[in-house]
């Protein structure tokens, strides 16, 4: 027996017509008729009588119909409770800035219709300040680039992201820039003057190892710790970079004011894992926002939203 044929028999008795209370319900007469005895039947006797007027409950039909109205009311008592007893707290997650830019208002969104009652703390920061704040334990959970320092962290791979060099690009080049540019290796970055974060941080420990299997000591004019500062640098020609793709929605008019070509090399691309403390830390509501965080992932690089990313095999 199902609480719907309770809804269906009880709008039956209540319209006193089957016509009525399909039209009501939305559903075809039929379908209607059908519920109605596979009730009748699981309870081996006849609930509803057809007169001229319409139907009207039996004897059996009429104490039915008492105790399931009385059973729904406790149906819609129960939901009630469950939703006043809904998720609720405040939960702290930590992104990369290139992170943020793409995945934070999503992860809003999402949470707000899904959790409305949990109180998002984001924290903006480039990642090695992030990999500090977990282990502080200052943060719930974080999407991170570097989990060598994981101790009791849950670490989960989430996704990975091509890398691409980044420059300035004249008036004149602005026009000839429709067509993508050939892809560019690690050997060519040989002399490039370069700005990047400082090692602390994943970005760099993944281009510092791919220096080094290239046999490249990078030329470095700049370190910042900051990337919007970083992309400003950048932009005014002070130098080249090496960033995700995501690193281009923090720059305004990014398709005339830079350059980029994919990094061709296979190794190369950034490690994206979501880690968060021990499941046995984490409350109810950073259980479930570590589930939306990973969800929300998933739809922008399937949607095309996140470019440059692919899911990684265990984070798909």
Not at 4 to 32: H, K, P, T
Not at 42 to 70: D, Y
Not at 264 to 274: E, K
Request: glycine share 6%; aromatic share 4%; proline share 3%.
């Amino acid at each position: 027996m199902e609480l719907r044929q309770l809804r269906y028999f009880v709008r039956i008795v209540e319209l006193g017509s089957m016509s009525r209370a399909a039209l009501d319900l939305d559903l075809v007469q039929s379908a209607l008729s059908q519920q109605v005895s596979r009730l009748e039947g699981e309870l081996c006797t006849r609930l509803l009588q057809r007169s001229s007027k319409g139907v009207v409950p039996t004897e059996a039909g009429l104490a039915f119909f008492r105790e399931a109205q009385l059973t729904l009311r406790h149906a819609e008592q129960a939901v009630r409770a469950a939703q006043q007893s809904r998720l609720s707290g405040t939960v702290s997650v930590g992104l990369a800035s290139t992170t943020a830019a793409v995945l934070g208002v999503p992860l809003m969104r999402a949470m707000r219709e899904r959790y409305p009652e949990v109180r998002l703390h984001l924290v903006e920061s480039m990642s090695g300040h992030l990999n500090g704040m977990l282990n502080a334990r200052q943060l719930d959970l974080a999407v991170l680039f570097d989990t060598g320092a994981a101790r009791r962290w849950s670490v989960m791979p989430l996704l990975e992201e091509k890398l691409y060099l980044m420059r300035s690009q004249s008036a004149g080049e602005a026009v000839a820039s429709e067509e993508a540019p050939e892809p560019t290796s690690m050997k060519q970055l040989d002399g490039v003057p370069l700005i990047l974060p400082t090692g602390a941080h994943g970005l760099r420990s993944t281009l510092d190892a791919a220096f080094a299997r290239t046999g490249i000591k990078p030329r470095l004019v700049a370190e910042v710790d900051s990337l919007t500062m970083l992309m400003d640098a950048v932009c005014a020609g002070l130098g080249c970079t090496v960033q995700p793709w995501a690193a281009l929605s923090r720059v305004q008019n990014a398709a005339l004011r830079l350059r980029w070509s994919e990094i061709a090399d296979a190794q190369v691309r950034r490690s994206n894992a979501l880690c968060s403390l021990s499941d046995d830390e984490l409350s109810p509501a950073a259980l479930a926002t570590r589930v939306v965080l990973a969800d929300c992932a998933r739809t922008l690089v399937a949607c095309g939203e996140w470019q440059g990313a692919r899911l990684s095999h265990h984070g798909s």
